[in-house]
Every structure is written in structure tokens, then in C-alpha cells.
């Protein structure tokens, strides 16, 4: 299939081909019910992580869509992510009592740290980087997250030792 | 069951159907509502909401675009309430719209900008943030989405319409902007350049990528031998754009502005379209011959010569190429002709010629700059202008085009039958196609009135006809009792399901006409704005009328080709013609994955 060449990218672990079988399964079930874009979408994320446009492009095609509207939807979506995530999301506050309260500068230097823009995944995919609009700390700003764990009162000089600890 | 609603209108008690929107009510009872993005027959969204009415008993104002009357309805369209809502909803608007209006090329042409004029807004209150990427420029069409104001109708043109699906919405809220998938660019994707899009477009996002700056260079050469020519949908509509009555060709008036434009050479490519008749039909006959007495052939033979559906059926159906007739598309014919039978005539270097066409067209745009359509390394056609362009440099130079005396095409690429005139309308080609060959065939003229195919004459979607072969002449014998079955389709939605028929094994048919846009040349990309099917309507009869008007209706009794085989090509499909008329075809792929690296 002329779709598993294109997709192969530089990881080594996950077996590509498998995980495409995986996504054409998902397909093949879903083919001809109406309105199951989404359902499809979501499957095909869980299974391969997050929708490049190669996916994007097997799933259009596989639905009799266009893939301009496939990714209409995925980029609609919040849940949906066109960039590989990372092992842990960092979401740093940028709510009105964070923002005032440094924020701001939490995005900068975790930039700088993690050498990616907001919204990517570090090259080692150990972090994707996300900011958040108020996470229920306003009266310990500036917040901010990494998976579940909440960290408040964040000096930023202490963000190198905070992710020191989700390195493995 | 039809039922009748009745409801007021500003206190005017008035009766519609039930179904009927607001919006649509009032337009029947000649009451005016602004509106921006919805467009009648094409596109209800609702996404602007500068068509909102109150309605007794509702708490918030209605967009009248979308919701339907009920039953003793009371709706007031312009209460002051109403009126200072509209102004504020379109002060927004303009808050993130360039206001390079200036410099724009829909300055004055605009519906943003009428709608500002009809809404008393006189100055941008708000000014905010706009960044919405580049302007795009493909040989075709060039993207500005800063000025983009996300009424969607392009979406619905190129998905629902032409069921090509290039563009959709991307992202959403303020992020919301009109792309191909991942917000790649128009020019890397299955976009088939035929410019729908750029016909609904309100404002100055999407339009054809300019060549008159290109073509006034040219004029002011004086090194240059400048030759013009112009397609038959042109002078159908051309005489729209200065406020005359759609309906009537103004073919004489167009090659009168044309001259006066400075063109050293007004050609027509009409002239051409009796010569693709030749060359198609010959090449029509050659494959039934074949496919009739035991050889090799591939049928249904499909036309060649609307360029957008050149590009769609290469993306989308790469197996298939070998259906499309050889023939390139007529104005490329006329331009390498001019590049080698005139050029010789007149003892000018091809080098030296500069050839326009001046087409309906925005795809055409594009067909110039394919690698296929050179020779000798020169390419056969140097610059396109749409209808719309045309129109433009006209008003530029400041010709009284109303008030013209009309004037004719040059000789010898001027002359053409009522055939060529046909080629502007869904079915034309077609029928063009069966005048002569049937004439050919068995010595008689085609048997319907007035020579019009009546089963493949107007605007549905697909439409057939059989046409029973009896009494050939002797060397047709082998035709003789043929049911010869043909079909029609224009737009891109119609050619995706007979194509899908061949790909399937499962097309009755042995000869097609694709016309890209829906109507056919009449109502092409590069057509003035916007085309409803009443316009389509007028603009058909247009052609029918300048078709009934010439003294010669059939392509082969066009005594300027006659001669110009005798002196020049030779035979129809014979080594000339399939050195200069004739061209082969690019396996793109729906992501241009069958695209051979260029070097
Ligand atoms: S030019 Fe035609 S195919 Fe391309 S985006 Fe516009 S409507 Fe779609
Ligand atoms: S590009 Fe034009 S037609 Fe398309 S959504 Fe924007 S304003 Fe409307
Ligand atoms: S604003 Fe940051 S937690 Fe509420
Ligand atoms: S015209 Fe009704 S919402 Fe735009």
C-alpha cells in the first residue's frame, strides 16, 4: 500500500504497518455508517497516538470523504492532535489571576527549557507542551500542571527541577 | 401538498409557501433585507447574521436567511433596534478586514463594501488583529485569507457543487480560516483550478491570479506582435459587466474593444472549435472504426476541452486518461497555429508573438503553463484573461464599450460556423460533434430541428441521447444500424459519477461531454459575478441565437478550415495535427502521490 511508505517516520518502536492494519480495521467497520467521522478519528488517535495528515488521508479516503474535511474536524477539536504527544502534557495557566501573576513568563522559560514552541512535543517525546485557561488555583497563581499533579506558586526558577523528576 | 403561510412584513400582510425563509418572503414581496453570506439558490449558513430581523414575540433578533415563516408571523426588517444591531455586527467585520480596500482588486466590486454603503457605516470604529497567513498565488487563483469574512459559500461551492472538496472550514473561532487539509497550500492539493470558488466570493479572498499587468507589458512592446482571441461563452456575458441586458452575444462590440485595446491581431477562438470538431470527431470515428472491427480501442471517448475537468479526472481518476480525446482544448489549438501557420505567413519569429486568450475561464490559466503545451519551445497561448479581466482593462482604458460600433474578427483565424458558437453551453461540444459526424457518416444532415440534439440541450446534470446510424455511406458500412449513445454532464459532481461508470465497467456510453462548471463555459470561474441559473438560462439562449444567426451551423463547411487542411495540416489527425493540436495527459493522483519528481 502506497500510504505505509509515506508514513514511516523516524521512531523505531511501533511496528507502522500494524498500527495502519489496526486503523483500516477500524474503517472497514465503520464504512458505510453515516456520521461516524468522529468515532473513526478517535479510534485511530487511541491507536496510533495522533493524526498526521497521512492518517487523516486513510481515513478519508476510506470514508469516501475529502480530506480537506477530515481535517476540518480534527483541527476543530481540541482532542484531536496532528503532532505525536509527548509521555506527560505540561499545561501552564494562562487565566487572568495566573497571567498577571507571571504566567506569561512560566510560557517563556519552559520554551526555552523544553526548546519547543506551545502546542509541541519535545524531540524525545517525553513532553507535550499545552497552555490552559484557569485550572481552579487562582489563589496560588501562577499554576500550572503536568498530567494530574497541580503546581502552584511557580518560581521559575525551579521549572528544571520540577521536570527532572518526569525524565526517565 | 402545498400550503400558504400568512404572516406581516413591517405591518404588509403578505402569503408564501411553507418552507419559505424570512429572507425569501420578503425578497417576493420586494422588500430588501441585507444579507452577505447567504446566496440565493446556492448558499444558506447563516454565518454573518447582518440579515437579522425582529420578530414579535422572540426574544432575540432572527437571521431571516435561515428561518422559516410560521403562521401569523409579525416581522419587522428595519426597526431601529434592528438597524443598530446590523451596524454593529458589520463594524466587527470590518475590525479584522484589511481596510486596503484601495488597493484591492474587488475595490468597488465588493459585497462587504456595498454592504457598508447600504448600512450608513462610514468609518471603522474597532480595529483589531488579523493573521490569517500569506497570499497564496497559483497559476490560477490567488488566496488572500486576511480578507476572508468566512461566509463559507466557497466551501459549498467546490464540496457541495462541485463535489471536489479542495477547501474546507479549518480550526475554529477566531482561528477559523478557508484552506485545503492541514492548511496546505491551494497549488499542492487536488484543486482543480476551475475557480467556482472565485465566482461566489463577496469579497476580495478568492480571485483569479491577475494577468493584465502581464498583458498591458505585452502591448506596450513594440517588439511584441500582440494577437487576441477570445472564447464563445465570452460574448455571451461580456456586455453584463457595462450594465447591459443579459441574453445577447456582443461579439461585434468585444472584437471592436479589442482592437481599440492595441491588439495587432484579433483572432477567434471559434475558429478553433471548428477545427477541434475536425480533429475530435475523426478521432471519435478512428476508435468506434477500431472497436467495431475487432481491434483495440478505448471507448467511451471523453471531450478534452474544459481544463478544470482536465485536472480534476487527472487527480482523481489517473487510471482512467486514456478515455480523454488527444485534442487539446481549442484556444491551445488557435495558439499553435499562430505560433506556426501565421507566424510563418506573416514572416514573424514565434519568439516575437505574444498570444492572449481571453476566456471564461480560470483553469485555462493553469492549461498555459503545462509543460504539454509547448512547441518548439515556445508555449502556444502566453497569457489568460477571464471575462471578468477583459471587462476591467476595457473600463481602463476608458472605451465607451455600450456606444461601440461593432466590428469584426481577423481573417484568417476569424471565420466560424454556428458549431464553434455552441462550444460555450453544456451539450454544445457535443452536438457540434454530431452535425458533423453524422453528416460525415451518412451523407444527410443530423435529424433534429433546427440541428439541436433536444435530449442533451439544457441545464440538468447528466443528460443522454441515442442516435440510430442507418443508410452510411459506403465506407461507413461498418456503422451501419449503430446505436451511437451519448452523454452530457457539466460541473465536476456529474463527471465524478460517469467516470466512476467507466471505472466500474459499467458505461453504456461510447462518447461524453465534461464541461467543468455547472452550465458549462457560460458559467465559468472567470465569468462576471454571481451566476444564478436565470443568468445561465440567458446566457444559453445568448449562444443559441449567435448559433442560429450564422450563415454555416456545421464545423466542416467552415471554408477557412477546409482550406487551412489544404494548405497546412494536411488530414485531420494526420502528423502536423498531432504535432501542434493534439497532447497527452499527467497521472496526478488526489494527493499528487502519481506526480513523477520533476527535475
Ligand atoms: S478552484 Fe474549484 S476545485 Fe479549486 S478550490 Fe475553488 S471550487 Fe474547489
Ligand atoms: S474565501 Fe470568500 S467565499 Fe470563501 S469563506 Fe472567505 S469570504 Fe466567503
Ligand atoms: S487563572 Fe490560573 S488557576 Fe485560575
Ligand atoms: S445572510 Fe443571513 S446570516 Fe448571513
Known amino acids: ?50 493524526l498526521p495528515l497521512e492518517v487523516q488521508k486513510l481515513v478519508a479516503d476510506g470514508l469516501g470523504k475529502p480530506v480537506s474535511e477530515v481535517s476540518g474536524v480534527v483541527s476543530f477539536y ?37 526548546d519547543i514552541k506551545v502546542g509541541d512535543t519535545t524531540a524525545d517525546r517525553q513532553f507535550t507542551f499545552e497552555v490552559a485557561r484557569c485550572i481552579g488555583a487562582c489563589g496560588l497563581a501562577p499554576a500550572m500542571m503536568i498530567d494530574d499533579v497541580v503546581y502552584k506558586q511557580v518560581n521559575p526558577d525551579k521549572l528544571n527541577a520540577i521536570l527532572a523528576k518526569y525524565k526517565d | 401538498m402545498t400550503k400558504m403561510i400568512n404572516l406581516t412584513i413591517n405591518g404588509k400582510a403578505v402569503q408564501v409557501l411553507e418552507g419559505t425563509t424570512i429572507l425569501e418572503a420578503a425578497k417576493q414581496n420586494n422588500i430588501f433585507i441585507p444579507h452577505l453570506c447567504y446566496l440565493e439558490n446556492v448558499h444558506k449558513f447563516g454565518s454573518c447574521r447582518l440579515c437579522v430581523v425582529e420578530v414579535e414575540g422572540s426574544r432575540n433578533l432572527q437571521a431571516s436567511c435561515m428561518v422559516p415563516v410560521w403562521e401569523g408571523m409579525k416581522v419587522h426588517t428595519n426597526s431601529g433596534e434592528v438597524r443598530k444591531h446590523r451596524r454593529m455586527l458589520y463594524e466587527m467585520m470590518l475590525s479584522n478586514h484589511p481596510q486596503d480596500c484601495l488597493s484591492c482588486t474587488r475595490n468597488q466590486d465588493c459585497e462587504m463594501q ?284 476608458g472605451i465607451d464599450f455600450v456606444n461601440l460600433e461593432e466590428m469584426n474578427f481577423d481573417n484568417p483565424l476569424g471565420l466560424s460556423t454556428g458549431a464553434a458558437d455552441i462550444f460555450g453551453v453544456t451539450g454544445g461540444v457535443m452536438e457540434a460533434a454530431l452535425r458533423t459526424v453524422y453528416e460525415l457518416v451518412t451523407g444527410r444532415e443530423l435529424p433534429f430541428p433546427e440541428l439541436h440534439v433536444s435530449p442533451i440541450v439544457g441545464l440538468e446534470q447528466v443528460k443522454e441521447a441515442t442516435i440510430k446510424i442507418t443508410d452510411t455511406l459506403p465506407e461507413y458500412k461498418f456503422l451501419e444500424g449503430v446505436e451511437v449513445k451519448v452523454a452530457v454532464t457539466s460541473g465536476l459532481k456529474g463527471a465524478k459519477k460517469l467516470v466512476k461508470q467507466i471505472a466500474e465497467g459499467i458505461s453504456p456510453y461510447h462518447f461524453i461531454e465534461v464541461m467543468g462548471c455547472p452550465g458549462g463555459c457560460i458559467a465559468g470561474g472567470g465569468q462576471p459575478r454571481m451566476t444564478t441559473d436565470e443568468l445561465r438560462q440567458k446566457r444559453m439562449a445568448a449562444i443559441y441565437e449567435e448559433d442560429e444567426g450564422k450563415p454555416l451551423r456545421k464545423s466542416h463547411e467552415n471554408p477557412d478550415i477546409q482550406k487551412l487542411y489544404k494548405d497546412f495540416l494536411g488530414e485531420p489527425n494526420g502528423h502536423t495535427s498531432h504535432e501542434l493540436l493534439h497532447t497527452h495527459y499527467t497521472e496526478r493522483g488526489l494527493y499528487n502521490d502519481r506526480l513523477q519528481e520533476e527535475i
Not at chain 1, 495566573?98 to 513568563?105: A, F, L, Q, S
Not at chain 2, 471559434?270 to 475523426?282: M, P, R, S
Open chain 1, 1 to 50: 500500500m502506497k500510504e505505509e511508505k509515506s508514513i514511516c517516520c523516524c521512531c523505531e518502536e511501533e511496528n507502522q504497518a500494524e498500527l495502519i492494519a489496526k486503523i483500516n480495521e477500524v474503517i472497514e467497520h465503520y464504512k458505510n455508517k453515516e456520521g461516524s467521522l468522529i468515532q473513526v478519528l478517535h479510534q485511530a488517535q487511541n491507536i496510533y497516538g495522533y
Open chain 1, 78 to 114: 481540541s482532542f484531536f492532535s496532528t503532532q505525536p504527544r509527548g509521555k506527560h502534557t505540561i499545561r501552564v495557566c494562562l487565566g487572568t489571576a495566573c497571567y498577571v501573576r507571571g504566567g506569561k513568563k512560566l510560557v517563556d522559560r519552559l520554551c526555552d527549557i523544553l
Open chain 2, 114 to 397: 456595498a454592504m457598508g454603503q447600504l448600512l450608513g457605516v462610514t468609518e471603522a470604529r474597532f480595529g483589531g488583529d488579523n493573521e490569517k497567513g500569506e497570499v497564496e498565488i497559483t497559476p490560477s487563483i490567488t488566496r488572500d485569507m486576511a480578507k476572508c469574512i468566512l461566509c463559507r459559500r466557497c466551501v459549498t461551492a467546490c464540496n457541495q457543487i462541485q463535489g471536489v472538496g479542495a477547501i474546507s472550514s479549518q480550526k475554529r473561532g477566531f482561528n477559523t480560516v478557508i484552506s485545503p487539509a492541514m492548511e496546505l497550500p491551494l497549488g499542492s492539493v487536488d484543486c482543480a483550478y476551475c475557480g467556482q470558488c472565485t465566482a461566489v466570493c463577496p469579497v476580495g479572498a478568492l480571485k483569479e491570479t491577475d494577468a493584465i499587468d502581464m498583458v498591458w507589458q505585452a502591448l506596450e512592446d513594440p517588439n511584441k506582435r500582440v494577437i487576441v482571441q477570445t472564447a464563445p461563452a465570452v460574448r455571451a456575458a461580456l456586455g453584463e459587466e457595462f450594465g447591459m441586458e443579459a441574453g445577447h452575444c456582443v461579439t461585434g462590440k468585444m472584437a471592436a474593444a479589442l482592437h481599440e485595446l492595441g491588439f495587432d491581431d484579433v483572432f477567434d477562438t471559434n475558429f478553433a472549435a471548428d477545427l477541434t470538431i475536425l480533429e475530435e470527431g475523426t478521432e471519435f470515428l478512428g476508435r468506434v472504426a477500431k472497436a467495431l472491427t475487432g481491434g483495440e480501442a478505448t471507448l467511451p471517448m471523453i471531450t478534452s476541452c474544459s481544463p478544470g475537468w482536465i485536472k480534476y479526472v487527472e487527480h482523481t481518476f489517473p487510471d482512467e486518461l486514456d478515455h480523454l480525446s488527444t485534442c487539446k482544448s481549442p484556444h491551445m489549438m488557435l495558439g499553435a497555429l499562430i505560433k506556426s501557420f501565421y507566424a510563418k505567413k506573416i514572416g514573424v519569429d514565434p519568439k516575437d508573438i505574444y498570444v492572449v486568450s481571453v476566456m471564461p475561464c480560470t483553469a485555462k490559466k493553469f492549461e498555459v503553463t503545462r509543460p504539454e503545451m509547448m512547441n518548439d519551445g515556445v508555449p502556444n497561448v502566453d497569457a489568460v484573461l477571464t471575462t471578468r479581466e477583459l471587462a476591467k482593462m476595457i473600463k481602463q482604458n
